[in-house]
């Protein structure tokens, strides 16, 4: 009897095993097949990323443009309620920077993005204007008041880190 239930008990370990290797198994080959979002295009295909941020009576809106070239421009749009004049300053973004921002805009799936993102109960606020230009094609994206997916607002944070990291210089007044 004893050696009944040891080889059933055999038995029950060696299925519990196979089933175990048999679930690693299909769980290993459906993430292989996974693709990222946007898994199509090349980073040398995006030659320009804008970012836009704006809000109602608030003092620090800008728009930013980063070239493939390495060009950098950021226009602080200015707020004449609160005598604060508009500047233009110029910078560089380094390869890598933009490089790692252009990937991101692929693996995050920005190209499949719908063009606007708004909470309907919301009129006034901020909002954050992204794009990117592929191809020779724009494509931008707004996000009001924070209403969009979490990848849009992952690329927007990267986007904002690469601002804070260039060496920015104010243009001369015209």
Not at 18 to 28: E, F, H, L, P
Not at 102 to 128: C, H, I, M, S
Request: net charge positive; with cysteine; proline share 4%.
């Amino acid at each position: 009897m004893r050696g009944i239930v040891r080889l059933i008990g055999s038995f029950c370990g060696a299925l519990a095993l196979a089933s175990v290797a048999s679930g690693c198994a299909q769980a290993s080959s459906s993430t292989s097949t996974v693709k990222p979002p946007e898994a199509e295009g090349k980073v040398a295909d995006i030659s320009e990323i804008m970012f836009e941020r704006q809000c109602t009576g608030c003092e620090g809106s800008f728009a930013a443009t980063l070239r493939s070239d390495g060009s950098a421009t950021r226009v602080f749009h200015g707020n004449a309620r609160m005598g604060i004049a508009p500047r233009s300053l110029k910078g560089r973004v380094s390869k890598a920077d933009f490089d790692r921002l252009a990937g991101q805009f692929l693996t995050e799936g920005f190209f499949k993005l719908e063009e606007a993102y708004r909470n309907p109960r919301l009129q006034d606020g901020e909002w954050v204007q992204t794009g990117a230009v592929r191809g020779g094609k724009p494509k931008t994206v707004i996000d009001a008041n924070k209403a969009g997916p979490e990848n849009l607002r992952r690329i927007e944070e990267a986007v904002e880190a690469v601002l804070g990291r260039i060496v920015w210089v104010a243009e001369p007044a015209r």
